[in-house]
């Protein structure tokens, strides 16, 4: 059964950082473009970022550029999300994304 576990969530003060990873099991993550997403109470699920499989070009939502940064270890099979600089409206559960997967959500708190 294919899986995608993440990790690193928590609760942080406005401005500090936090870092994902999201390790697949029983699939292979290389040929794939994988993606962050995001939910946040009473609303939409929305994009955060993505990268691709070959080269890595790496894709963000306006509001997360130079704050967050994505990356991929093939050798690992895991995806990681840096987040940097974290406000309140960061507040939400993560959930990374590949193919038809997903995973299982890890919630990320930002108080101010």
């Known amino acids: 059964q294919v899986q995608l576990v993440e990790s690193g969530g928590g609760l942080v003060q406005s401005g500090g950082s936090l870092r994902f990873s999201c390790a697949a099991s029983?699939?292979?993550?290389?040929?794939?473009?994988i993606g962050w997403f995001r939910q946040a109470p009473g609303k939409e699920r929305e994009g955060v970022s993505c990268?691709?499989?070959?080269?890595?070009?790496?894709g963000y939502v306006d509001s997360m550029k130079g704050r967050f940064t994505i990356s991929r270890d093939n050798d690992k099979n895991t995806v990681y999300l840096q987040m940097n600089s974290l406000k309140p409206e960061d507040t939400a559960v993560y959930y990374c994304?590949?193919?038809?997967?997903w995973g299982q959500g890890t919630q990320v708190t930002v108080s101010s």
């Open positions: 994304n590949v193919y038809t997967y």
């Open positions: 029983k699939f292979t993550l290389d040929y794939y473009i």
């Open positions: 990268i691709s499989s070959g080269v890595k070009d790496t």
